[in-house]
């Protein structure tokens, strides 16, 4: 089998998100429609809300030119730093035009955002996102891995893809042709991070360029052959060779768990048995 080269497989796996638990989870940044709907809705919102409130208290009291300066000016701050930054900081990254877009502002490692990445996100959004109309921002979104803006740059988040994020993976099942051979194989646990890259893969297969899919099938197949022995027959599909492999792995260690299961269910029903020959205490009323 032939191995792939290095980019392809580091490609396949820059939406992996490792926690503080170690535990990998799959990522999907939000793309760039739904991030500009977001902006609008809620500039829009925001505006609305503070034009309607200075409308009113200017026709409520008579100002002079330097108070209607000083409303104005205070109206911007409003609309573009201080309501952003409270509303993102109160709702942990999802204002309403995020929460209508399907998105969320987290953290590059994936938690909520505070109060000082709402505030770097709002301050820095008045020169990338209204000073400019956002010129910058896109500019921006394109050339960064996750779609940040300059904002998201400064503060360490992203917008996350909320909805419809989820993938359901279909459940695994074993090659006929290769049944009997992974009955009878040594397969060995494979590495966490190989078996999830393996996984994600086969649950990807249909969304892959041809040329793509071959190349990485051949590099997680060769990853994945040092663990077994002996080798599949010749000339073996790796997309096939993978199944078996994962799908042998699961039923042994679900096998395995059953089996301590059964054992500690056991164990446990033998020490709360009496002592041999102890009757068990007869309790009558009184």
């Known amino acids: 089998m032939t191995t792939a080269t290095a980019p392809g497989a580091a490609r396949f796996g820059e939406d992996l998100l490792i926690t503080g638990e170690a535990v990998a989870l799959e990522v999907r940044p939000a793309s760039f429609l739904p991030r500009v ?3 609008l809705i809620d500039g829009l919102l925001y505006a609305m809300v503070v034009g309607t409130l200075a409308a009113r208290l200017s026709y409520a009291v008579a100002l002079n030119e330097a108070q209607f300066a000083t409303l104005l000016v205070t109206s911007i701050v409003l609309v573009m730093v201080i309501i ?24 590059d490692d994936g938690g909520p955002i505070r109060l000082r990445h709402a505030f770097v996100r709002s301050l820095t959004g008045v020169g990338e996102l209204w000073l400019t109309a956002g010129g910058v921002a896109i500019i921006c ?13 400064l503060a360490g988040t992203y917008a996350l893809r909320v909805r419809g994020a989820e993938r359901r993976s279909l459940p695994l099942v074993m090659p006929p042709e290769l049944a009997e051979w992974a009955a009878h194989a040594d397969i060995a646990t494979l590495p966490d991070t190989l078996s999830l890259t393996a996984r994600r893969f086969l649950d990807r297969t249909g969304s892959l360029a041809l040329d793509s899919r071959v190349a990485l099938g051949r590099d997680l197949a060769a990853r994945v052959e040092p663990f077994v022995s002996p080798p599949p027959p010749w000339g073996t599909n790796p997309e096939r060779f993978l199944a078996a492999v994962l799908v042998s792995r699961r039923d042994r260690e679900y096998a395995l768990a059953s089996r301590s299961q059964s054992a500690m269910a056991n164990a446990t029903a033998e020490l709360r048995r009496l002592p041999h020959g102890t009757a068990s205490p007869d309790v009558t009323p009184g």
């Open 37 to 39: 709907v977001s902006a």
């Open 84 to 107: 952003p930054t409270v509303v993102e900081t109160l709702t942990r990254g999802r204002s309403l035009g995020k929460l209508a877009a399907g998105i969320r502002i987290v953290r």
């Open 141 to 153: 979104s394109l050339v960064t891995r996750r779609g940040k803006r300059v904002g998201d740059v």
